[in-house]
């Protein structure tokens, strides 16, 4: 009865804590006002309202539903009683759609009494989840959320669409659409949460089967003469593509792309989101020690593949972030490398670059160390100035020279070409400040950092010279390439590829944290890890 109880807290919003995730930094932007968004709809009557579904838990205890989607009640090892889905709560998911709804109306009131040819004040959003993909056949991939979508509603089924609705007095009204039950589809692919349950669950204003998506969002459309939001080039799902098309065409107004607003929004986290992003990297930091401390001379890139892996889902990470990059010897001077199938040999460096999905935040870390245990003396050489080249960089952020990231980007090239003039890599009549960077560019062809949050290159469209504040994660990771046909570079060098990433959060107090600092670097410390179990034979050996 305890769990029906927390449920039933989960249901009512009223006794949920309000969030404090918006990011300061939006503010200033916003046209504020008291409203709020409301429990009854002023477009017409709601297809299932909160009055009409008495609570989850009632439907939970007369076993008339289930839900398609953990739950504090179904998971409570991984969401907590008043948190919708890890780590974030439900009042929060309702802010970011009131935010997003408040920041489209601010920009187009900054045009003045008319916007895009239209003196409206009404705007509709609409975003569709991800749909389900397939490998083959009727053999899916593992099936992951829009980001989008997840961010502003936690709702993990697929085909879903969210429609949210501004009106003249600032009332901010959702709708989700959600495939209907089924008993027949929920015995082969499990439950579903259809529209019945949808209203408490994620605190939407009303929810409706999928098959009045067309029609609701005529009638939205024809009662408000909205301005329409919709970015149909990302959108998974051709039929609301349609839709809106015919929308579009009927009210002869604009599909309007919002994927500046909603990235502008996550660019900078909450406090909840910071919280998930330390777990993410934490659980990828510690499992890193744990396979360089195991890996060995012998084993394929293949073995450690797989135990990065294993060790990020032991400690409740989803799945790795995407498809990990482990490169012995020469391999890692091919920057994208995921062939991984070769076998480590006693002289190799092992370039992994690997990072893991918790409660849909993701990590991203990179670590080279020494198959043996011990670096030869050329890459002890190139491993320490790289070693010191991140720590000088980290230095710099938000410091000058270090205020972008592609303020990062540009120090990095200039430090790491005067590193390589003082070893001897770069000739020493090299001065110009422009050479020096060119010359570190040629040995790292790469940008040094990019955004990170709920995807591994997190909001994509904001550039990269915008200026590093607090709320913001980004990654630093300088390498060095050298060819096996570098003939300019001493023999000893060619073939060695290192690359060092951490990731990094401008918490809420201005300070750096480097998220990933328990995984080890440092060149000794890297190398007593690697020893510690090398008298054990190689996993290729025990097969």
């Known amino acids: 009865m305890n769990s029906l109880r927390r449920l039933e807290r989960l249901a009512s919003a009223s006794m949920l804590r309000r969030s404090t995730g918006i990011s300061a930094y939006l503010r200033p932007r916003l046209c504020r006002t008291n409203a709020t968004s409301s429990g009854s709809s002023s477009t017409g009557k709601p297809t299932v309202s909160a009055a009409e579904v008495r609570s989850v838990a009632n439907i939970l205890r007369q076993q008339t539903g289930s839900l398609g989607q953990p739950t504090s009640i179904s998971h409570p090892h991984l969401i907590r009683p008043d948190e919708l889905v890890s780590g974030v709560e439900l009042d929060e998911m309702k ?73 003249e007095t600032q009332n901010v009204h959702s709708e989700l659409f959600m495939r209907p039950k089924d008993p027949h589809a929920e015995l082969w692919d499990g439950p579903r949460t259809g529209p019945e349950l949808a209203v408490p669950l994620f605190g939407v204003t009303e929810a409706h089967p999928l098959d009045q998506l067309e029609n609701v969002l005529a009638k939205r459309a024809a009662d408000l003469k909205p301005h329409l939001w919709f970015d149909h080039k990302s959108s998974d799902l051709p039929l609301l593509v349609e839709n809106m098309l015919r929308v579009s065409s009927t009210e002869q107004r604009p599909l309007l792309p919002a994927y500046t607003f909603l990235e502008a929004m996550r660019l900078l986290k909450s406090p909840a989101e910071m919280r998930l992003m330390r777990r993410t990297c934490d659980i990828a930091a510690r499992s890193f020690n744990e396979v360089m401390a195991e890996s060995r001379p ?29 490169a012995a010897g020469r391999n890692a001077t091919v920057i994208h490398y995921v062939s991984n199938s070769q076998l480590l040999q006693p002289q190799d460096l092992v370039l992994m670059d690997a990072g893991c999905e918790y409660g849909g935040y993701t990590s991203d870390i990179t670590r080279t160390w020494p198959a043996s245990g011990e670096f030869t003396d050329p890459q002890r050489t190139l491993y320490e100035m790289l070693h010191q080249l991140q720590a000088d960089i980290i230095g710099t952020v938000m410091k000058p020279g270090g205020e972008t990231l592609d303020q990062l980007f540009e120090t990095t090239c200039y430090k790491l070409g005067k590193y390589l003039q ?7 009549s090299v001065s110009d400040y422009k050479e020096l960077a060119g010359q570190g560019y040629r040995f790292c062809p790469h940008h040094v950092s990019h955004y990170l949050g709920m995807d591994v290159h997190d909001t994509p469209h904001v550039p990269r010279n915008t200026r590093i504040v607090a709320g913001m994660v980004f990654t630093v990771e300088p390498g060095i390439y050298i060819g096996q046909d570098c003939g300019d570079v001493p023999p000893e060098f060619r073939g060695i590829g290192i690359r060092i990433e951490d990731d990094l959060l401008i918490n809420d107090r201005g300070q750096v944290e480097v998220l990933t600092d328990v995984c080890v670097k440092d060149p000794r410390a890297l190398e007593e890890l690697c020893k510690r179990d090398q008298t054990e034979p190689a996993a290729s050996n025990l097969l």
């Open 95 to 167: 802010d970011r759609r009131e935010q997003l709804m408040q920041n489209i109306r601010a920009y187009a009131r900054s045009f003045g009494s008319e916007f895009n040819g239209h003196s409206s004040s009404c705007h509709m959003f609409v975003l569709g989840a991800a749909s389900k993909k397939y490998m083959s056949g009727k053999i899916p991939y593992v099936f992951r959320q829009n980001s989008d979508f997840y961010y502003l509603t936690g709702c993990l089924e697929p085909d879903a669409v969210l429609l949210l609705v501004i009106d």
């Open 298 to 326: 012998g084993q394929s890139e293949h073995h450690l593949f797989a135990a990065i892996d294993f060790k990020c889902r032991m400690r409740d990470a989803s799945y790795l972030a995407y498809p990990p990059v482990v």
């Open 422 to 428: 003082e070893i001897g890599l770069v000739s020493k």
